[in-house]
């Protein structure tokens, strides 16, 4: 696996070990090739065609995606016939498409639209039949635009080989095949558990997140990468932030831990920030009931009664409890202030509960 | 971990517990890997097993004590491992021989020809791991049972090489982070010693106060001594014990009796209602900072958006210490993180620009030290590296049903929400999915009793009772039931038992005796 073998590609000597595919050999060596069926996560699948490249003494190109790399290749991604041949794909893709970017939550997140674009496809080359089914919104999470499906089969395919939830499968055949659920049932906990990987892999406005729609598209919002609070596995997301309102959780397909996989916590998790239950000030005690107060007051007097507390009955009276669910800075600080400032080792976590 | 021959999944529910562990452990699967499961309750992963080992809540000791007098028995044991790497298994040999089929098939309730099959599983592959949850951990011999699955691996060899070990999965996002940083009565950050003189004089250096050589109390032991009225102020940060701690009735009174309580949350909490003095805090897309996840890894959390309340908690500890008399003048959490790699040496080599792009894995002593991302390759933390086995004995539930209390409720989580629920309850579509607790019921169980489906139940133990709905389901088995921790209107660990591991302090909440009626 680890041995190296050299391959030309478009002129250029390139290594790799053995066992990649041509596509991941090349993007490795930083060489574009379009893809509209590809996910790392997902294993080679062929179908798109985009990919194709021309291998030297093979008479037909070859889908770089599902083809291993050999020693000696010579490999050409791009070459007059391959535009023609990606372009032609594209094209007919867009025969049956809404075409409508400017109103679609995808737009500018849509691998449709940038290969459209950069091999300048035009959208009336192709005359023939169109969808027109109907939006499904039947669920909270999941939003599914059939009309926008390029039946690539990547939500199928990570429901199956990486969530194995078994919630969609393509159903029918040639024009009419389409990702769909047992018996077309709308998703519930029964048949879904809306972790929404199906929604991340969708290279098109097909599958969208329910919850953010309207909220923001790519080019309006700000991501920000952080690690989720719930559980310790500690998978990295994109918060996407507009008007600095959290509108969206988007997969880093880089991270280190869950490689872009999210769970329904992870993905839709995210509302409480913004939730009017928040605790917004400072409350403090009055009576039966609580009066709000501002930060000033409420930290005077919790920093004076504590002081009061140790001088009337010494520090061992008192003490902190920390959380699993704050920072690491957090919990330090909290330790060093009751070992400084109090003056006991009475802090402990919630680690043990 | 794709690369395994054979997971033994052990008192973990991860399709549930850990959603994104499972998908490395369904990969595993799909790739060829056997699979045991140990768990009492029929789990997405019980279902795809090879051998489900469906042993009665309490009984892991005896289980694994079986698994290894057969391994032994039929010499599938790692002979070179154990005689280079391991001490003192004649006396685990003397220990499991007491530990026939039969007895513990009587103990377990787990058929004999399941155990041979599970030993023979684990015992022959060439890459065994074995994956535990707190299914091991929250019994009142839950350091027993992590003892015993040390064991398991020792006499095998399966540990130290890639693919296989021990993996605990940890429950919350930053509990490894909230270990490793000190808020811990015996120990300063980085698990170094109170009483450790050179430990205190080094923190001394660093913080300008002297360190008590005494451990201090920990959270349970606070706790009590508030009921007895010996304990006066207690800062709670961002935690909920009047909901997740187990035996409610006495947190209560605790914090009902305690002079001068201050809590920290972003939500009003079912422990906020006892507070003098409710602070507001920042959610993690408020705030910078850093969580250690279950595999040691140091990964940032950015601000994405300005606190709600106004302040983010380091601020607020911060301002309280230097009221009080200690000034804490920090202008970012990264000169935090850089304060405690000065004095935390696995956190050494930790800082804001190293893991900007990608977390680092403990212990990464320095500047230049990449992390380390298998532990214990050549040697094992004890002097002289030598692991030593441990001679354990099935000791069972402190809390066993009875006639008035007939059945076990296991306690755990379910992959919807999160612990006391106050966040995943206030997400759109969360709380629509799965709004209110229900006990999952046996059929067996549901028929005898008279339940139907959804029906309305009272769930009572000798500490108080419950009313929710009732799922009947063959994920549970006859003889137990299952709730969950999440919802404020049904207090599940208003049930849960006093009894706790007398180490770690862990409750034991995945047994305790109930009665389950119907309610008219």
């Known amino acids: 696996m680890n041995e190296l073998i050299k391959m030309k590609i478009n002129g250029m000597d390139v290594h790799f070990p053995k066992g990649k595919t041509i596509l991941e050999v090349c993007r490795d060596a930083g060489i574009y090739i ?58 007919l893709l867009l025969s049956n498409h809404p075409n409508d970017c400017m109103c679609c939550e995808a737009s500018g997140d849509c691998s449709l639209q940038e290969m459209a674009y950069l091999y300048g496809a035009s959208l009336d080359r192709f005359q023939g039949e169109q969808w027109t089914l109907p939006i499904r919104e039947d669920n909270p999470f999941i939003t ?78 700000r991501k920000v990468k952080t690690t989720c609070s719930y559980c310790g596995t500690g998978c990295n997301f994109y918060l996407n932030v507009k008007n600095g309102k959290v509108v969206r959780v988007t997969s880093d397909l880089t991270a280190p831990v869950n490689k872009g996989n999210l769970c329904i916590k992870g993905r ?57 669910r704050c920072s690491n800075e957090e919990n330090y600080l909290l330790s060093k202030w009751v070992r400084c400032a109090v003056g006991s080792n009475n802090v402990d976590n919630c680690a043990r509960v | 971990m794709p690369d395994m021959d054979t997971l033994f999944l052990f008192g973990s529910n991860p399709t549930e517990g ?28 019980a279902r795809r097993a090879d051998v489900w080992l469906n042993l009665k809540p309490g009984s892991n000791i005896a289980l694994l004590n079986g698994i290894i007098r057969v391994i032994l028995d039929n010499g599938w044991e790692n002979a070179e491992f154990i005689s280079k ?36 599983l684990y015992a022959q592959a060439e890459k065994s791991m074995i994956v535990y949850g707190l299914g091991v951990t929250e019994h009142q011999t839950g350091t027993e049972n992590a003892m015993a699955i040390a064991n398991l691996a020792l006499v095998c060899g399966h540990i130290g090489r890639p693919a296989t070990g021990i993996m605990a999965l940890r429950g919350q996002n930053n509990v490894q982070g909230a270990s490793d940083l000190g808020p811990l009565p015996a120990t300063l950050p980085g698990y170094q010693s109170v009483t450790d003189p050179q430990c205190r004089e080094k923190f001394k250096k660093a913080w300008g106060v002297a360190i008590k050589d005494k451990p201090g109390l920990k959270s349970v032991e606070m706790l009590d001594e508030c009921t007895k009225g010996n304990f006066k102020g207690i800062f709670i940060l961002g935690e909920d014990p009047a909901q997740t701690d187990p035996d409610l009735v006495h947190v209560r009174k605790a914090l009902e009796s305690v002079d001068f309580l201050v809590v920290l949350d972003i939500f009003p909490t079912e ?5 003098d003095v409710i602070l507001p805090g920042a959610s993690f897309a408020e705030k910078d900072g850093t969580f250690t996840n279950g595999e040691r890894r140091v990964q940032r959390i950015r601000k994405a958006i300005e606190p709600v309340a106004g302040m983010a908690e380091w601020e607020v500890i911060s301002r309280i210490s230097t ?64 692991a030593q086995f441990m001679a354990l004995d099935h000791q069972g539930s402190a809390e066993v049903p009875d006639e008035t209390y007939p059945l076990v409720l296991i306690t755990g989580r379910i992959r919807e929400h999160y612990n006391n629920g106050s966040m995943t309850r206030r997400c759109a579509g969360i709380a629509e999915v799965v709004p209110e607790e229900l006990v999952e019921i046996s059929s067996e169980d549901a028929g005898s009793l008279g339940i139907a489906h959804m029906d309305w139940v009272k769930v009572s ?26 919802h404020q209107n049904a207090l599940t660990n208003v049930l849960t038992s006093e009894h706790r591991d007398p180490i770690t302090g862990t409750p034991e909440y995945k047994a305790c005796a109930v009665r389950v009626e119907k309610v008219s």
Not at chain 2, 100 to 119: M, N, S
Request: aromatic letters at 6%; a positive charge; charged letters at 25%.
């Open chain 2, 271 to 275: 422990t906020t209602k006892y507070a």
């Open chain 2, 323 to 386: 009221l009080m008399g200690y000034p804490m003048t920090y202008s970012h959490p990264s000169e935090i993180m850089d304060e405690i790699a000065s004095l935390v040496p696995i956190y050494g080599g930790i800082s804001y620009d190293r893991i900007e792009q990608k977390g680092i894995q403990w212990p990464c002593p320095t500047k230049d030290h990449p992390g380390t991302t298998t532990l214990y390759t050549d040697l094992f933390s004890r002097p002289g590296g030598l």
């Open chain 2, 85 to 120: 790497r391991t001490e003192g298994l004649e006396k685990l040999r003397a220990k499991v021989q007491e530990y026939d089929l039969e007895r513990v098939e009587a103990l377990t309730g787990v058929d004999r020809d399941k155990i041979i099959e599970a030993a023979r």
């Open chain 2, 461 to 486: 133990s000798r500490r108080g009772e419950v009313q929710v709905r009732a799922k009947v389901t063959d994920r549970s088995q006859a003889g137990s039931v299952f709730m969950t921790f999440h």
């Open chain 1, 34 to 91: 379009p893809t509209l069926c590809h996910d790392e996560r997902l294993k080679p699948y062929g179908g798109c065609r985009l990919c194709l490249v021309e291998i030297k003494g093979r008479p037909v190109p070859l889908a770089s995606c599902t083809t291993p790399g050999e020693a000696g290749m010579e490999i050409a991604t791009e070459s007059p016939k391959l535009t023609r041949l990606r372009k032609t794909v594209l094209e």
């Open chain 1, 144 to 221: 599914f635009e059939p009309n926008k499906c390029i039946v690539c089969g990547r939500c199928t395919r990570i429901c199956n080989e990486v969530v194995m939830a078994g919630t969609i499968d393509l159903v029918n055949r040639g024009f009419n095949a389409i990702p769909e659920t047992a018996f077309s049932k709308p998703r519930s906990l029964e048949n879904c558990e809306f972790c929404g990987q199906c929604v991340s892999t969708c290279p098109t406005g097909a599958l969208t997140d329910k919850k953010g729609r309207g909220k923001g598209r790519i080019g309006d919002v």
């Open chain 1, 268 to 324: 839709y998790g995210y509302d409480f920030i913004h939730s009017p239950e928040r605790l917004k000030t400072p409350l403090i005690r009055e009576g039966e009931g609580y009066r709000e107060a501002s930060w000033d007051e409420a930290l005077t007097l919790v920093a004076s009664k504590f002081n009061a507390l140790i001088k009337e009955h010494g520090a061992d009276k008192v003490g902190g409890f920390s959380s699993s």
């Open chain 2, 18 to 45: 850990h959603p994104i562990v499972s998908l490395h452990l369904k990969k595993a699967l799909a790739n060829g890997a056997k699979l045991v499961v140990a768990d009492p309750r029929k789990t997405w992963m």
